[in-house]
């Protein structure tokens, strides 16, 4: 049990599964949300569950912080609201049908203020919510594979997506992702593993058994690289 984890609430102790993400919305308010698929959200000590997706995150903080979106147990987005609690559900498997994309494997999403963006083993996803539409993303659009499973946003805002192939950078001007650090090989034993950024304003990347940390400030990607 890490250090930081004692400080959880004791119901969770009882629930199955290990803790992956967890927030403290206020002093007597936590959401956990556990490996074994399950969310929860402890108030004033009473417990209630909601239905994740898989044993990866898949969930993030909406940008402005006042809500919390999640993939549910048949693959929609869920904005769930802090203050009043409200579960609003997006049709997101509707939304793709009409792509003719299948969406498979999520492994993380993030909000960066104007999209909601998912990852998948066949493709990134964006999801506009200002007027609900979604585009898809593939090597097509820049990926350096399509199979993608961490993001995050640098001081500046910027989204960086690690995949299987590589790392890569979101240019919002063009709607194109530019590979800034490719991998040599990946198997797919290897395909998984996520990202954040570090009091420094540098950003971790985790695939397999590597780590690659780069400072995102650079005109040319630099990084360290730890095994």
Same mark, same amino acid.
């Given at each position: ?8 609430p004791r119901?969770i102790?009882k629930?199955?599964?290990?803790v992956?993400w967890y927030?403290?919305y206020?002093?007597?308010e936590w ?6 698929g ?6 004033e000590?009473k417990m209630?569950?909601?239905?994740g &997706?898989?044993?990866?995150?898949? /969930?993030?903080? %909406? #940008? ?7 993939i549910?147990g048949q +693959?929609?987005i869920?904005k ?5 609690l409200?579960?609003d559900?997006?049709a997101?498997?509707?939304l793709?049908r ?21 990852t998948?083993?066949?493709?990134l996803?964006?999801y506009?919510?200002?007027n609900?539409s979604?585009?898809? &993303?593939s090597t097509f659009?820049? /990926?350096?594979? %399509? #199979?993608?499973f ?8 910027k +989204?960086?997506?690690l995949?299987?192939g590589?790392?890569?950078?979101y ?16 198997s797919y034993?290897?395909?998984?593993g ?7 304003g540098k950003l971790?990347f ?13 005109s040319v990607?630099?990084?360290?690289k730890?095994?």
């Open positions: 049990q890490l250090e930081s984890e004692k400080m959880l119901q102790e629930t199955r599964g290990s992956l927030y403290q206020k002093p007597n959401y956990i949300r556990k490996n074994s399950w969310l929860y959200h402890i108030k000590g209630d569950s909601l239905q &997706y898989a044993w990866r995150k898949n /969930l993030c903080l %909406s #940008f402005d912080s006042t809500a919390l979106w999640y549910n +693959l929609n869920v769930r609201n802090f203050q009043t409200h579960n559900t997006i997101l498997q509707s793709l009409n792509t003719n994309h299948s969406y498979f494997n999520p492994r993380d999403i993030l909000d960066d203020g104007r999209y909601l963006w998912l998948s083993q066949n493709g996803i964006r506009n919510y200002n609900n979604i585009k898809v &993303y659009d820049g /990926l350096p594979h %399509s #199979f993608s961490g993001l995050v946003t640098d001081d500046a805002n +989204l960086w997506v995949t299987a590589g790392i890569c950078l240019d919002n001007k063009i709607d194109k992702f530019t590979t800034r650090l490719r991998f040599a090989s990946t034993m290897e395909a998984f996520s990202a954040l950024k570090l009091g420094n971790i985790h695939i397999g058994n590597r780590f690659f940390v780069i400072d995102p400030t650079q990607t630099t990084y360290t730890f095994q």
